[in-house]
C-alpha cells in the first residue's frame, strides 16, 4: 500500500513540474508577442544598467525612474536580452529608455501604453495574478 501512495505522489510531482514548465514556456510566449508588437520605443539617449545579484526590475526601474512600474518599458528596451521579468541574471545588460522623451513622442507613448495593458493582461493569466500590480500597471498606462 505505501508502494502505491509513493507511487501516485511521485507521479503527481513529476506532472506538476512537467506542469509549471510549461507554464512557463506560455509565460515566455505571451511577453515575446508583446514585445513583437510594441516597436515603437525611441531608444534615443538610453541609459544601460548590468544587472547585479539580488536586483529585480521593479527595484531597477524604481531607481532609474522613481517609479517600479516602468519595468516592462526596460523589459522592452532590452527585448533581445530578457524575455521574462522573472529571469533575470547577473550580468544582463539592460536599456533603459528616457520615459520622459517616449511620453513626448506619439509612437513611443504608444508601445508604452501597450506594454504596459499587455502586462496587466498576463498577470491576470497567471495562476495567483497579483491585483496590485494589474492596478498599477492599468493605472500607469492610463496616464499615457
Do not use: W
Not at 65 to 78: E, T
Amino acid at each position: 500500500m505505501k508502494k502505491i501512495f509513493f507511487l501516485s505522489a511521485l507521479i503527481f510531482f513529476l506532472m506538476l513540474t512537467v506542469s509549471c514548465k510549461s507554464c512557463q514556456k506560455d509565460m515566455d510566449e505571451q511577453y515575446r508577442s508583446l514585445y513583437d508588437a510594441n516597436t515603437g520605443l525611441d531608444l534615443t539617449g538610453a541609459g544601460t544598467y548590468t544587472v547585479k545579484s539580488g536586483d529585480t526590475l521593479s527595484n531597477i526601474s524604481k531607481h532609474a525612474y522613481n517609479d517600479g512600474f516602468y519595468y516592462p518599458v526596460i523589459m522592452l528596451a532590452s527585448r533581445g536580452v530578457v524575455i521574462n521579468p522573472d529571469k533575470i541574471q547577473p550580468g544582463m545588460k539592460l536599456t533603459i529608455p528616457d520615459i520622459e522623451r517616449n511620453k513626448a513622442d506619439y509612437a513611443g507613448r504608444k508601445s508604452m501604453k501597450n506594454c504596459l495593458n499587455g502586462f496587466a493582461n498576463i498577470e491576470k493569466t497567471k495562476p495567483n495574478p497579483n491585483q496590485g500590480l494589474i492596478d498599477g500597471f492599468r493605472k500607469h498606462a492610463d496616464e499615457l
